[in-house]
């Protein structure tokens, strides 16, 4: 297999991950965090900048993790 189908494969993968977190999030982290602070977070751009935050922190996280590094040492 190419190195570009798997790179692919690999996005597709964390995609699903992450579409399934968003899920998650939905219907189980939203309300609780809008039964805690009723005012402030029932803008709806509040709760979009939150799940965009965690979702390229987590894609963040991974890619530095799984990443080699790109020079050779010795």
């Known amino acids: 297999m190419s190195e570009r ?3 692919l494969g690999v996005f597709a993968v964390l995609g699903f991950l992450a579409g399934i977190l968003a ?3 939905y219907h189980t982290v ?3 965090l809008l039964a805690l ?3 402030v ?3 709806e751009w ?3 900048g939150f ?3 965690l979702l390229t922190i987590l894609v963040l996280v991974l890619w530095a993790y799984l990443g080699r590094p790109s020079h050779k040492e010795g």
């Open 5 to 7: 189908m798997k790179i």
């Open 23 to 25: 899920n998650f999030a």
């Open 30 to 32: 939203v309300p609780a």
């Open 37 to 39: 602070f009723p005012q």
């Open 41 to 43: 977070l029932q803008a």
């Open 46 to 48: 509040i709760l979009s």
């Open 51 to 53: 799940a965009g935050a």
